[in-house]
């Protein structure tokens, strides 16, 4: 599997070869493949490489599988299509590991990793249309993190709802968080949209006040890592303060999400596992100290958005407004 390192950009495009599944599993964890459907995806390639490599080394599928699923499903903890991936991979394989050989059974997830990569870019296209719908006239927005094709199969979640509305002459400019301490927002979708040809303004994460304050953005889109029953966002860490702005400043706040990003386990907001990454990430910028020794640094990746503060929530199947319980038990009967 061939995968973009995300860590390299802007500056550099570097691609990473993946033959085993340790190294899809590395890939996801040092973040040179992120986005949740961009992880699923990846992880169901992932259970692939494992299962050719159990059949290569004449082990047992029946026995290993299981392991390798195990090891990949816990690179990252907060972003449920990661989950959803390979749970939805194991259950192909229990279904017909009994009347098949464990070398048809590798063909047979590998028709299933393809399935969810193709499926994710049709999602793709369909929530950009139905996103869309939500612009009318020019309009600039602001979004943070990176929600487009790097995070997808495809065009992306929030930012393909943005190039849609672009390309209808809607998206007057985007304004984009840096996103830090990555700076997913500066290096990925600033680059993302600068090579469509959007009008890109990009921002440090405390101007997003000033920004809404003084009329410069007319609505706010982001994209998802879960999203529980009654309507709670997990995204990346800062979009809670956004959502509370938004509310401040009367400006919708959007989120993009494929159904397979919603966890119907989960009741609430507080249920969600919080990733914390490593303190290096905040004491560092650009590879530089910044911050003295001997100090301690909180660097949780998420954070959770209550659905009080979401206008609507753009999936595949069409946009669902607040409030949300009702609408998203229905979505339930649409995940494979």
């Known amino acids: 599997m061939r995968l973009i390192d995300q860590t390299q950009l802007p500056l550099t495009e570097q691609y990473i070869e993946c033959d085993d599944y340790q190294r899809v599993a590395e890939a996801i964890r040092r973040l040179e493949v992120r ?3 961009a992880i699923g995806a990846a992880a169901a390639y992932g259970l692939v490489l494992g299962a050719r490599s159990v059949v290569m080394a004449g082990q047992k599928l029946d026995q290993r599988l299981p392991e390798i699923a195990a090891e990949l499903k816990a690179t990252r903890p907060t972003a449920v299509n990661l989950d959803w991936a390979i749970r939805r991979m194991m259950k192909v394989f229990e279904t017909n590991r009994h009347n098949r050989t464990d070398a048809e059974l590798s063909a047979i997830l590998e028709a299933e990793a393809v399935s969810i990569a193709m499926e994710d870019s049709t999602v793709n296209n369909k929530m950009a249309e139905w996103g869309a719908v939500l612009f009318d006239k020019p309009t600039s927005v602001l979004t943070h993190c990176n929600a487009g094709a790097l995070a997808t199969v495809a065009t992306g979640t929030a930012l393909g709802v943005i190039c849609q509305a672009w390309r209808e002459g809607h998206i007057k400019e985007v304004f984009v968080d840096e996103t830090r301490p990555l700076l997913q927002g500066s290096r990925l979708t600033a680059f993302e949209l600068s090579r469509q040809g959007i009008s890109v303004i990009l921002i440090t994460d405390n101007m997003a006040a000033w920004v809404m304050k003084t009329g410069r953005v007319q609505a706010v889109i ?43 386990s989960l009741i609430k ?35 959770v958005t209550p659905a009080e503060y979401v206008t609507a929530i753009v999936t595949e199947v069409g946009v669902l407004w607040a409030p949300f319980p009702d609408k998203i038990k229905l979505l339930a009967k649409y995940q494979i």
Do not use: C, M, W
């Not at 860490?237 to 119907?264: E, K, M, Q």
């Not at 919080?274 to 303190?279: C, D, F, L, N």
């Open 222 to 264: 982001v994209g998802a890592d879960r999203i529980t029953l009654n309507g709670d966002v997990a995204n990346k860490i800062g979009t809670y303060g956004l959502a509370i702005l938004s509310r401040t400043h009367n400006i919708p706040f959007y989120v993009a999400a494929p159904i397979s990003t919603f966890d119907f």
């Open 35 to 37: 986005g949740a459907p």
């Open 269 to 303: 907001g507080e249920d969600i596992p919080i990733e914390e990454r490593p303190q290096d990430e905040v004491f560092n910028f650009a590879g530089v100290r910044t911050a003295p020794l001997g100090i301690q640094a909180f660097n949780p990746a998420f954070d």
